[in-house]
């Protein structure tokens, strides 16, 4: 059997032009990684979009971290100013990653 | 001409799209190819104006129309925010960032308007490609410090935020479109009529075919932005057509002010009428995300732009011409 | 004919991208690409055939043939309805999916049929780009018809899904490519031919390239499917054959005897021949969920439109030549 | 240490044509937003498929959802008749949700 | 209310070249489907990267999974080995499938 | 010809991408938009090498430039491997790596060259397309086996390992661009000019512009991964400079020495120079994971294709013309 250590699974759910201060934010607090991923379409209070390269300033993306609890909480600190004015969701799930020491 | 303008494919299109959004039909261009299209129509007419600078020459002409194309791109805001915070009662955060797309430019409409001018005998000069990838950024800056000068709630949390400034300068200065259009400009420059040879074909062959399909996605994109808005009011929908018929009156005046023909005049009154739906939106976003982009993009994509396309072009081509 | 067929570049790169996937290769057409070039090919067969109807006016032969198209249209999924539940023993549902399919049409097999008609001398008449935009509906309604009428489980849970039967209609009526074929049909028959000149480059030029960079796609896409079904039985088989060989043979006839010249007529017969997989799939992953996909997709687009590409058309074509 | 509350992230997967629906049943339990995520490729017991919008009739998406347990139940329970001949896969999973009072 | 039951949701995140291999695992151990979700860009000890599909073989995709524990564990042991030449990131994380008994 | 070539749109516009992407601009061009050009151009190579083929026939040259080639991709890797192990100190696994690379060939390079060569009349031989597609492969198996051959770590894992041979071969032979490199060139031939014509203009009339924006997009990979890097030390640097200028100066002579014509002399140069970065790296992330692909996209990608790009193909051109 495999070891497997805890570890925090973070998504920011954000606007595509601001992905890379949230890059920032995310190296500060020195997690070793992040992977972005794209969202197709969605609705909120603000009506429905959906993606549109023309004028990809609405569209969305989800900033995808492994972390542990140490650096997740750094960082949620780090962002928490940010949540209500840049309208960020972010949530935090907990997971098993297998023989993820470097996470 | 308007009757002209409404029975040209380029147009026709475009409400074909609006039509379908409407009537909530799926119809989609996916987003890579309307991507790959602006791509294309960019590149083809920086070359376009950089080849017709090259065998021109510069000129007082050109000189004339950039001064004045960046200080309106200063200026206008600044208007554009005293009727938005008086008359649509927006908070300054609001305005500013309003104000910042009207007072840049939308290459669609640009490219739109060159071919209904030229399809009426009223062809701009080439070097308007460089004036308008210039009047992309000035009113950024503009819009920015209005909404700090006026915001007490920016200023507050500027101070926490200190990177931004920075930043910022660069995302606007190095933004893809402008990149693109000046490269393609200086490339077409470099390059001259005989180096341009080669790779025109696909540059002249395709260019109004293309511009019809993109329109008929930008048709696509301004009704649903309108359908599915909640944020405009009547006072922010009447601004939304108001808000270009000043500027572009003004942008006309001035272009035969100092000298233009009446194309190239009707062309900066376009670019002065026209609101931004790429460049400042995403700049935006980074620098006053505090501002509702449902406002922005609303006023500016599902409004003004659709005015713009269907009358504004017109408008300013009867101006200009009466002018002239 | 046959043989002009089996060379012809644009049905050799079907049988590039049908061989490239039965060896496995990861050779992929990126599905924006795909779909940017099927929108392409709609407006330009939309704009040249309202282009065509404006200068010749409408007539009694596409009265005609848009009539006999819908009839044909609501009454060929009966056919293959009693077929495909007494030979290939299938369920009301799957039935009523699959019969609908067969009686709505493939814009692509249509589009291969003009150009290799026309390049044997065959050419059909503009409007029935027209016939075929109103014959991909009413196979919908039929099929639906007959599925709720013979399927017992259908009944109850209609009864729950109240608000099905609205969204299902406006979903097929406002259907993406129908909007878009009848948009541009209209567009063109509003420019004309001399509006269309500016625009006209791009759709020419392009034309058969592109289709044939579509139907390398289609091969991948018509093989891959074919392979990785695990529903199709060889009653299922032998019907995906079968099918477009009765309906085409009976369009073909049709056409022939309202009057239709015989390329016209050749046309008609691969409309009925042909079955759908786009707008006919989406609706019925919407009103008939509980059919399976695995059924009507690798039937219709693993083995009808393949067998069309390569045979149908030529095989029509020469009934149509025969009876003219 | 900034606050958290506790939510569902409920996953659905689900054919590209039936997002709309359900979406509609989202809004009628009064969920406050959903987030669409295209798959690019699969396979189940029909056999592997790839995204392809020539006939994107088979491409699959996840609509992604934060809400409370009581909307999360009140959806499941709405959507339970749809799971097989609609051919869901409903997943829910517990996340803590920062400054997330208005999911 | 509708009855669930307890899964795990395996999250592979790998090279787009390697997909391929991984679905040949997941078939091993009988795992009855799985999804691919493709990471536009992200970042690691290796730098930033951007899908880009003229040189598709640096991107990445997520391989997503519902399985139960053993199978999961199974799954598991058999990738251990690749972990570190393939350089895979595995997650695991509990979720309620609702009626989910056939994963 | 270096001034011919870097005042050339082609490079220019490879030029601009590249600085954008050093300034950090976020000019982007889609993905998908990238690979359909990169879709277009093989076809369009592939289409015109057959046709031309077609028309001249089976000859001794293409006979000794198709089994030069192989042989050339056979074992120009073992010179590379050397170099990498001793010279830059790379372990034997990312050595056979690098060296599968710089073995195999470039398409867009191949391409850039055809125009650029054609220009300067130096037009090669149609056949040459069939040559790089033959040349993609052979330098894979010889990478590998060099990197097993010297890898104890290797050769544990690889007995725990036992499908991955069968699957890399197969991976390997069926490769997406291969197929359609090789496909179009084999439809072209059967084809022929006539069969050629009516799709012509798609692929004749786009072909330069496309390679303009398919560089504009390169040279945006290539700066970034040079600057995202990590991996490059300056030995590696050097060796991605020196390794194309030994293989191209090898590859010329042969060519010049079997009697092929100075421009094909030169393309075969330019394929011996030019290092793959989409069928090897694929075959390499599968059959050799451990590689670090760090290292040998930023020595392909970042460093040899520029290279080749402004200044290699300018001097195979030139040793050929002095041989020939
Ligand atoms: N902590 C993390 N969280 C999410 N994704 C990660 C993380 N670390 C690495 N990645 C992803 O894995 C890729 C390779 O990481 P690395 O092996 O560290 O270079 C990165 O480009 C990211 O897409
Ligand atoms: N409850 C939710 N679950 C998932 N995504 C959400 C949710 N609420 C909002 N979103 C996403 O966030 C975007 C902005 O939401 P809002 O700020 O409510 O307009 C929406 O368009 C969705 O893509
Ligand atoms: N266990 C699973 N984990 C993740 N995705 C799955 C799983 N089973 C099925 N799927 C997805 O659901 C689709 C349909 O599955 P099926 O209904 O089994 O054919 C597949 O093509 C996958 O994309
Ligand atoms: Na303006
Ligand atoms: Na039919
Ligand atoms: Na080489």
Redesign the interface.
């Known amino acids: 059997?495999?070891a497997?250590v805890k570890?925090k699974?973070i998504?920011i759910?954000v606007?595509?032009?601001?992905v890379p201060?949230i890059?920032?934010y995310v190296k500060k607090v020195d997690i070793?990684?992040?992977?972005?991923?794209?969202?197709?379409?969605?609705?909120?209070?603000?009506?429905?979009?959906?993606?549109?390269?023309?004028?990809?300033?609405?569209a969305?993306?989800?900033v995808l971290l492994?972390a542990n609890e140490e650096k997740a909480?750094r960082l949620?600190?780090a962002?928490?100013?940010?949540?209500?004015?840049?309208?960020l969701?972010?949530?935090?799930?907990?997971?098993?990653?297998?023989?993820?020491d470097r996470? | 001409m308007i009757l002209d303008t409404l029975t040209s494919p380029v147009i026709l299109f475009f409400i074909l799209g609006f039509f379908a959004a409407c009537i909530r039909s799926d119809l989609?261009i996916p987003?890579?190819f309307?991507?790959a299209m602006?791509i294309y129509l960019m590149a083809a007419i920086g070359l376009k104006g950089g080849v017709e600078v090259a065998s021109t020459g510069f000129s007082v002409d050109l000189a004339a129309a950039a001064v004045s194309g960046v200080l309106l791109g200063f200026t206008l805001p600044i208007l554009a925010f005293i009727l938005l915070r008086s008359f649509a009662k927006l908070g300054a955060i609001d305005a500013g960032a309003v104000a910042a797309h009207y007072g840049s430019v939308s290459v669609v409409t640009f490219v739109t308007a060159i071919e209904l001018l030229t399809a009426t005998g009223l062809r701009p000069d080439g070097f308007m490609v460089g004036v308008m990838a210039l009047m992309e950024i000035p009113a950024i800056i503009t819009g920015l410090l209005l909404a700090r000068a006026y915001s007490k709630r920016l200023k507050e949390?500027e101070e926490?935020d200190t990177?931004g400034g920075s930043?910022l300068m660069h995302e606007v200065l190095t933004n893809g479109s402008v990149i693109l259009l000046l490269g393609a400009f200086i490339i077409g420059f470099i390059a001259g009529a005989e180096g341009f040879a080669p790779i025109e074909p696909l540059f002249s062959v395709g260019f109004k075919g293309v511009l019809c399909l993109f329109l008929l996605?930008?048709g696509l994109?301004a009704a649903?932005r309108l359908l599915?808005?909640?944020?405009i009011t009547i006072s922010l929908a009447t601004l939304a057509i108001v808000l270009p018929i000043i500027n572009g009156t003004i942008g006309t005046v001035v272009g035969t002010l100092i000298g233009l023909d009446p194309g190239s005049a009707a062309i900066l009154g376009v670019l002065c009428a026209s609101a931004s739906?790429?460049a400042v939106?995403?700049?935006?976003?980074?620098a006053l995300?505090?501002a509702?982009?449902?406002i922005y993009?609303a006023m500016s994509?599902g409004i003004t732009f659709p005015f713009n396309i269907l009358f504004g072009i017109s408008l300013f081509a009867a101006i200009a011409k009466f002018l002239g």
């Open positions: 059997m495999v497997t570890r699974r998504e759910l606007d595509n032009p601001l201060k890059v920032n070793s990684g992040w992977s972005v991923i794209k969202i197709a379409s969605g609705g909120g209070r603000d009506g429905r979009w959906q993606q549109d390269e023309v004028s990809g300033a609405a969305k993306s989800i492994i909480q949620t600190d962002l928490a100013p940010l949540l209500d004015s840049h309208s969701l972010l949530t935090i799930a907990n997971v098993e990653v297998v023989r993820g996470f | 989609a987003e890579a309307a991507k602006s949390s926490a990177e930043n996605d930008m994109i649903r599915e808005t909640r944020k739906y790429i939106p995403a700049a935006m976003r980074l995300p505090q509702d982009p449902g993009l994509l």
